[in-house]
Every structure is written in C-alpha cells, then in structure tokens.
C-alpha cells in the first residue's frame, strides 16, 4: 500500500478545504465561484506557506516547501491529486514511503531555492514541484527497469500522466519554471536515492 502517496494526498486536500472554506479572513469577500474554480489566495494558511522571496529572506525559510501544500482552484487541487496517486503510486511500489516522501520533499526545496532566488518569484503554491520530481525518478527508475510498464500502470494512465506533464509546461512562464526546476530537483534526488 503506497502510505506516502495516499497520506500526502489526504494532507493536501484537507489544506484546500480549510484555505479555501474554513480559514478565511472575515475581511475577504470572496465569491464561491472564485473559492471553487479560480482560487482566491486569501486563506490565513496560504499567506502563512505560499512561496515568497521577501518572506523568505526575512527569516520564513519552511515557505520553500510548504508551498507544495497550497493549491489556487479546484482544477489545480484535482490535477495535482490524480497525478500525485499516479506517479507516487508508481515510484513508492519501488523505493518505498520514505524515499518518495525525501524525493518529493527534496524536489519542491530546490524548486523552491530556484523560485525564490533566481527567478524572484513573489507568490507561488502547487505539489507540481514535487510531482515533477517524481516524474523525473519514475523516469530514471523506467529506464533502469528498461520499462514504463514496471510500475503496473495501466496504459491510460500512463497517458494521462503524460498530458499533465506536457500539460503543465503551458500554463504560465513561472509555472513552467517551477515544474522543470521540480524535474531537475527530481533527477539530483534520484541520482541520490535509486
């Protein structure tokens, strides 16, 4: 049973619900729509986590991770969870909770260190940083195994992984840096760890 994967899972979506339906500013007018759909960033947990070069500077350091647990819209919670169940799945049948849960977490800090330092970005949330570094170990272990088909995926959803992950280099320039910076902190996590 992949206890990382389903664990980190659970954790995120229980971080949504209370940032976007619970843990609210009284002061935030904020419609259900923009909590459902767009994301408002409003929550008292999200400006306690959200990646912030300022912040960060002033001290904040766990904002280089933490922000892995915050999510803008149902869209961008959805996507993350089914890609984390996919590929975390894949990777913890093979090395295991606490490697994947050092991959994940050593993927979104250097992401993080690039985000904040040397592309100087001001606000950032998503998993997609550790979700690419786990991309990026479920792509060095295929090739060690000579196979995708190690994981037991189905086919499909190997395909569905593979959308998200072309996917999501279109969204926006500083998203698009925070997932290939994920896939590089992947690649040194798995020249580490496999």
């Not at 490697?99 to 606000?123: D, N, P, Q, R």
Request: with cysteine; net charge positive.
């Amino acid at each position: 049973m992949p206890i990382f994967t389903i664990s980190f899972c659970a954790v995120i979506i229980l971080v949504y619900i209370l940032d976007n339906f619970i843990l609210i500013p009284k002061t935030a007018t904020v419609t259900l729509k923009e909590k459902l759909w767009t994301g408002h960033n409003k929550g008292y947990i999200n400006h306690a986590l959200h990646l912030s070069e300022k912040k960060i500077k002033k001290g904040e350091v766990w904002r280089l991770v933490s922000s892995a647990l915050l999510h803008v819209g149902t869209w961008h919670i959805i996507s993350n969870v089914a890609a984390t169940l996919i590929v975390g799945y894949a990777v913890e049948t093979q090395l295991g909770a606490v490697k994947t849960l050092v991959c994940y977490v050593g993927s979104a800090l250097i992401s993080g260190l690039y985000m904040a330092f040397v592309y100087k970005l001001h606000e950032g949330e998503g998993a997609s940083t550790g979700i690419y570094g786990l991309i990026a170990v479920f792509v060095m272990l295929a090739i060690k195994n000579g196979t995708v088909m190690f994981s037991g995926l189905p086919l499909f959803l190997l395909l569905i992984l593979a959308v998200y992950t072309v996917g999501g280099m279109f969204v926006g320039k500083a998203t698009a840096w925070e997932h290939i910076s994920g896939f590089a902190g992947g690649l040194i996590m798995g020249f580490l760890l496999i």
